[in-house]
């Protein structure tokens, strides 16, 4: 049985029952049509190889891996959900992340939405390139393009082509030196309100849920000096009218998880769980969250 998008046979109630199962599960996969490395049969292959039951594609603002995935999660024999991660912004944080489940990917409000992203993107994009470009660093739109075929352009491949022209050496390099320049980093990228990202899954019959609350915690930020503020998020997430947390995730030690798994019961909200898994290779370094 594959779970996909809810529709009349298959209730919101039945996608929370799914994914609050004890099925073996991993709710936050990335492919190369986003910031990951591995296509989407690949990425569910690898998953479905280690025993998981329940898996799906959360892609950045895009739900073209999650379409695929939904063949090859058939051929795997794995159930699954539609599945998309968009960057949003609200007057309480910066990138807070909005994942959604089960939403109808013809929508025509959410096919809409991507289409305004995309745009705001490429304008970021060109940006960014022309930047870089003044700076010295002489790079082309077609290098860029041929990381992977254009199916997703980001700082990640700007970094790709920075190492492979000899500017640096990885990409956590190309973060901490080159994109911290003042001139650079003052490009931002430009993103929907989370209200609105909340709303837009909502329209296309989805599960809105926080992506990793976590990773809301600056770097000059004490554990005790966060938590107040990671409240007061979570409040106003809940006036927005998400419909979960993600209460597991690499970003969170137990301690941690244990909080916002308490947070979401007290509220009636459904508690996920992910590996935002980009790579074999690139493993994102998380401890900077757990720090006292």
Known sequence: MISFKINENFSKDDLRALIESDLKKDLHLHTLYSDGALTPKEVLKMRADEGYELLAITDHDGVEGSVYGEKYAEE?????????????EDELGKDIHMLGYGFDPDHPAFNLAIGKILKQRNDRNN?????LN??????????LYAVNEGRFMGKPTFASVLIKKGFVKSHSEAFNTIFRDPEIRSIKKETLHTKEVVDIIHAAGGLAVMAHP???????????EFKPRMYE????????GIDGIECHHPSADPVQQEM???FANEHGLMITRGSDFHSYASRRDFSRYHRP
Do not use: N, P, W
């Open 76 to 88: 795997l024999g794995v159930k699954y959900i539609s599945g998309i991660e968009f960057d949003s």
């Open 260 to 262: 916002l798994v308490e």
């Open 233 to 240: 998020i979570l409040d106003r997430m809940l006036c927005y």
């Open 214 to 224: 976590m990773e809301q915690r600056h770097l000059d930020e004490t554990f005790e």
């Open 134 to 143: 003044d700076k010295g660093y002489d790079i082309s739109y077609d290098e």
């Open 127 to 131: 940006r960014f390139l022309k930047a």
